[in-house]
């Protein structure tokens, strides 16, 4: 069995998702199933001194990565478009020409369903289509669209174009999953699979063990809030910001020390922004650092005492952030700021009784806070409570990573996909 990956990112990048069909083409090896994996050369968030060739065989053959050559992305929004017309276009001529057997097709970008319809026709060929983000509601959260509007409406019949026109449809939430039925799709073409993480890659780090203390010049006597990611209006980083914003002023106001320091690492359209409050503010309990790579998440988590997830309200039956699952595989407390579902039975509900885990949920403990998306004195008042009781933060931080160790381990994950990508290749 061969598999095709028409996908918009590869490593040596670092971007959100590229590890999902990294581990699945790896697990499907181990089953001798082959895979192409077809991307544009790298351009984004690239470490210095990247290295990467145009082809590569990994897995004794079973993995073949073809990079096609591709201007690099900017943040200039329509030349980002052409970019992705352009790279869908080439993907297009492969999955038309390529032998395979199935297509496992990403939700980056949105506009890759557009391309079914045709290899439908002219191929034929079974397509799994992994949904990491609802579309068109990520045009809004990107403030690119208003909901009703006609790019909404546009974004919404893609949408729909592509969940006709593939044989199955992996949601990694049961909130995105109910939001694709109500659209008029069967419950049975949806599986849920949560995203994983690689609990022997992300570790707890002892503070005292975590050199990057010193190398960004971090106190370990400050109380620690750590964000790590994209830097865009979906991710709601405005009320991080405005989060310090708020204890700098009491600390000014109080002439108390402040032991809290806010930490971001990250990348974005907001970057620009961010970095200009902070300056033009004096929030010296802001720091801004630039995305770190993948092999020192655990220690970029390491660094916080907590670690937030964050959305844009009304946005959280839209995405399910996978960085949650790092941040309880590095054995820190999550506080999350996002719209109230099941992200907030996963970190709080002693009793949740979700199939999907591990079946003795009720001895399950917190996992972290949860706060409504942007409600800002929510979040700052559990900070200032997390704070003055940090041993609540080690606690919730070790039942973190028990939960992924029980429940989202890589070998769990990965496995559920291959069976799905299976499944549909023998239903032909």
């Not at 390529?98 to 002219?122: C, E, N, W």
């Not at 050199?211 to 009320?239: H, M, P, T, W």
Request: proline share 4%; aromatic share 10%; charged share 25%.
């Amino acid at each position: 069995m061969k598999v095709f990956f028409p996908f918009a990112y590869y490593y040596p990048e670092q971007c959100a998702g590229i590890f999902v069909v990294d581990d699945v083409m790896r697990e499907a090896a181990k089953e001798g199933i082959s895979s192409f994996l077809s991307v544009p050369t790298p351009t984004r968030n690239l470490p210095e001194n990247a290295k990467w060739e145009r082809t590569e065989k990994q897995e004794g053959g079973l993995i073949y990565i073809h990079r096609f050559r591709m201007y690099g992305e900017g943040k200039n929004p329509l030349l980002r478009a052409l970019r992705y017309l352009f790279c869908e276009m080439v993907q297009l001529h492969y999955m038309l020409w390529t032998k395979y057997d199935v297509a496992f097709v990403d939700s980056t970008p949105p506009i890759q369903g557009l391309k079914l319809p045709i290899l439908r026709l002219f191929r034929r060929k079974p397509i799994v289509y992994n949904v990491q983000d609802l579309f068109p509601e990520t045009l809004s959260g990107a403030g690119l669209a208003t909901s009703g509007g006609l790019l909404w409406k546009i974004g919404m019949w893609v949408s729909n174009v592509t969940f006709r026109n593939s044989n199955m449809i992996i949601a990694i939430s049961h909130d995105i999953k109910r939001c694709i039925v109500a659209r008029g799709v069967p419950s049975e073409k949806v599986e849920v699979v949560y995203n994983w993480v690689d609990e022997n890659a992300i570790v707890p780090v002892k503070d005292e063990d975590n050199e990057l203390f010193e190398e960004f010049g971090i106190s370990r006597d400050k109380f620690c809030v750590v964000y790590a990611g994209n830097l865009g209006n979906a991710q709601n980083i405005g009320i991080i910001v405005d989060a310090a914003r708020r204890l700098n002023e009491n600390h000014n106001e109080n002439h108390n020390d402040n032991s809290v320091q806010f930490i971001i690492f990250g990348k974005g359209g907001l970057e620009d922004e961010i970095k200009a409050i902070k300056e033009k503010e004096h929030l010296d309990n802001l720091t801004i650092l630039p995305l770190q790579p993948y092999e020192r998440v655990a220690k970029v988590y390491g660094l916080g005492n907590v670690c937030i997830v964050a959305c844009k309200p009304g946005l959280g039956g839209a995405a399910m952030p996978s960085k949650t699952w790092s941040i309880m595989s590095s054995g820190r407390a999550v506080l999350a700021n996002f719209d109230e579902g099941e992200l907030k039975e996963i970190i709080e509900d002693n009793e949740n009784e979700n199939k999907d885990f591990d079946e003795n949920q009720k001895e399950r403990k917190p996992c972290g806070v949860f706060t409504k998306a942007g409600d800002l004195d929510g979040l700052v008042n559990a900070i200032v409570e997390l704070s003055q009781h940090p041993e609540r933060c080690e606690e919730m931080g070790r039942n973190g990573r028990d939960f992924i160790l029980k429940n989202l381990t890589r070998e769990v994950g990965t496995r559920k996909y291959v069976e799905v990508i299976k499944s549909v290749a023998l239903k032909r």
